[in-house]
């Protein structure tokens, strides 16, 4: 009985720790309920200890400790992994597949479609004249409103996203590389090739690289951005594209999502694209320089459809909000790609149990400030099965607050760093059944369903405009 008792204290001591480890990381990621549980848990286990010092309780506390080594060893229990996940975007094919028109992208309508042209006249006369009357109300706000509105247009932030977007505007003429005639083609195999490819990726910055052989479903059936005196391609069908896709995801920082909807997540966004611009840019160049074409996919150079491409090169599921979930990293990513015709080894699309949570969690659809993410199930949207988002009501309050909002991103469970703890809790969901059903609960109660914005560094912080007022008073 003593070793018993020994072993059930042993048992408690590591809750006991358990619980403090969470309380620690959840004040460490500003999570103050969560951290509450989580000192509440410690509290709570120290009662077990009490009981076993009284020989009459220590039988409930070996059963209450029988229970919860139950839930534990259920856990363990294996699920199979989703079938559909693992077949990539064709396994979400519902019906006839119909490309996106990107014409009707709502950054290309407000971006590209000017009142009095002939693009303009004809797509709210022949394509989408339903549109018209909307999207012209929502013109006169501006393309984003007031740049960072919502921070009374804190400059120092503002002009760290205008600073880095203004990179894949100059870096987008050089988008399309045809093969160097000047160089022979490049003598690699499949597999070296992907070797270099791969490493050269994350060399130059990228934190995830997959391949993919391109999905003609996923490709836009119309070009709709116009930009670099682009004003006759405009409306063309896009076709002859390369069949490999080399994609790549970044990480946005944590510190910096957290303040959404505020402007370091839009300073961060932007930092982003301008590495991405680059990123893709120079593996385009370099495909070229191994005597086949190259095309970079950055901001306003898209012809595809990224987050199901990235599903296609294995590095994650789309969620609810519509955005890639990927490993380690969540939502809080963002997706940038090659197009190449160089011979390449395509990687196995994954299952992370994104899905099976994403059914049950729904904190970005209850979090979003715009309702235009779906509480309900799937939709089938251009013959594939998926959560639509409504990106017009979506985009309007990008207006509203002058940002990219991001709050469905920060508050995704997904996107919590990638410490000890959260790496068993993603351990868990792709892995086991009971862990998709019962976490989503588990995290709404612990960390709670709505985003409140959290602090982040001083030299991004938003909250602090007296910078701005002081130069108001000087000029």
Not at 385 to 398: A, R
Not at 399 to 419: E, H, L, Q, W, Y
Request: proline share 7%; charged share 25%; with cysteine.
């Amino acid at each position: 009985m003593e070793l018993l008792t020994i072993l059930l204290f042993g048992v408690d001591f590591f809750l006991f720790s358990a619980f403090l480890y969470f309380a620690f990381e959840s004040f460490r990621e500003q999570e103050k309920r969560a951290m509450k549980n989580g000192l509440t848990g410690a509290a709570l286990t120290l009662i077990p200890a009490i009981l076993l010092l009284l020989p009459r309780f220590q039988i409930v506390v070996f059963c209450l400790f029988i229970v919860v080594g139950i839930f534990c060893l259920l856990l363990l229990i294996p699920v199979s992994p989703n079938k559909k996940a693992l077949k990539g975007a064709k396994g979400y094919l519902a019906g006839k597949a119909k490309r996106f028109d990107e014409r009707d992208s709502v950054f290309a309508r407000y971006r590209s479609l000017i009142p009095g042209t002939e693009q303009y006249n004809t797509f709210y006369t022949e394509i989408y004249p339903e549109k018209e009357k909307k999207d012209e109300k929502r013109r006169l706000k501006g393309f984003i409103g007031t740049p960072g509105k919502i921070d009374n247009q804190y400059q120092p932030n503002v002009a760290m996203m205008e600073a880095s977007f203004s990179i894949p505007q100059d870096l987008g003429y050089y988008a399309f590389n045809d093969p160097d005639p000047d160089v022979p083609v490049a003598d690699l195999s499949p597999e070296k090739a992907t070797l270099i490819v791969k490493n050269l990726a994350k060399h130059i910055g990228a934190d995830l690289v997959g391949i993919t052989k391109i999905d003609p479903h996923l490709i836009y059936s119309n070009r709709g951005e116009i930009h670099y005196d682009t004003q006759k391609e405009w409306g063309q069908e896009i076709k002859d594209l390369p069949p490999y896709a080399v994609v790549m995801v970044t990480e946005m920082n944590h510190g910096h999502v957290i303040s959404a909807p505020h402007t370091p997540t839009v300073a961060e966004s932007a930092h982003l694209y301008a590495k991405g611009a680059y990123m893709t840019t120079l593996l385009a160049k370099w495909f070229s320089c191994m005597g086949y074409g190259g095309i970079a996919e950055h901001t306003r150079n898209y012809n595809i459809l990224l987050p199901p491409l990235a599903v296609d090169a294995g590095l994650g599921e789309v969620g609810r909000q519509g955005y890639l979930v990927a490993p380690y990293f969540g939502a809080r990513v963002r997706i940038f790609a090659v197009l190449t015709d160089m011979p390449l080894i395509p990687d196995k699309p994954i299952s992370l149990g994104v899905e099976e949570f994403c059914q049950k969690c729904k904190k970005c659809a209850d979090s979003c400030p715009s309702k235009s993410i779906p509480q309900g199930e799937k939709v089938i949207h251009n013959g594939f099965e998926k959560w639509k988002l409504d990106e017009d009501s979506c985009f309007d309050y990008w207006s509203k607050v002058g940002t990219d909002c991001s709050i469905c991103m920060a508050i995704c469970p997904f996107s919590r760093p990638n410490t000890l703890l959260h790496k068993f809790v993603r351990l868990f969901v792709a892995r086991s059944k009971i862990a998709q059903i019962l976490f989503p609960s588990i995290d709404n109660f612990l960390y709670g369903k709505r985003w409140h914005p959290k602090k982040v560094a001083p030299w991004i912080d938003y909250r602090d405009n007296r910078h701005q007022t002081h130069k108001d008073e000087i000029y």
